[in-house]
């Protein structure tokens, strides 16, 4: 299995994506029980928690309730020694990267402060 995309999980806590982390739950317990989840905020509540209900139907699936797998490198097949989390999710990539924003003039005069 290749991975599209990965991410450092020091960058969640600082941009705020829990929400993202109920997804990889609901995208997982999903996609093995073959299950479209109702996605409305509302349905869940203190007590009935959107986790809770996820953690639920992973372990129900045989998967382990926090969603991690064990990975093998696919160079020598060595077990990595930490386990990753591996989901289904939907990502949009948002425009705001340098390259997709830089213009470059050809000729003329270059000013470096505009």
């Given at each position: 299995m290749i991975?599209?995309?990965m991410f450092n999980p020091h960058g969640f806590p600082s941009?705020?994506?829990i929400a993202m982390l109920i997804e990889f739950m609901a995208g997982k317990s999903a996609v093995t029980r073959g299950l479209v989840?109702?996605?409305?905020p509302i349905r869940?509540?203190?007590k009935n928690t959107a986790i809770d209900n996820f953690r639920r139907l992973l372990e129900?699936?045989?998967f382990d309730y926090c969603g991690e797998e064990v990975m093998y490198c696919g160079m020598d097949g060595r077990m990595f020694e930490a386990y990753i989390y591996m989901s289904v999710i939907h990502y949009q990539r948002l425009r705001h990267m340098v390259e997709d924003k830089a213009q470059v003039k050809s000729t003329g005069p270059v000013d470096v402060l505009t």
């Open positions: 991975s599209d995309i941009r705020m994506k989840h109702d996605a409305t869940f509540n203190e129900l699936g045989g």
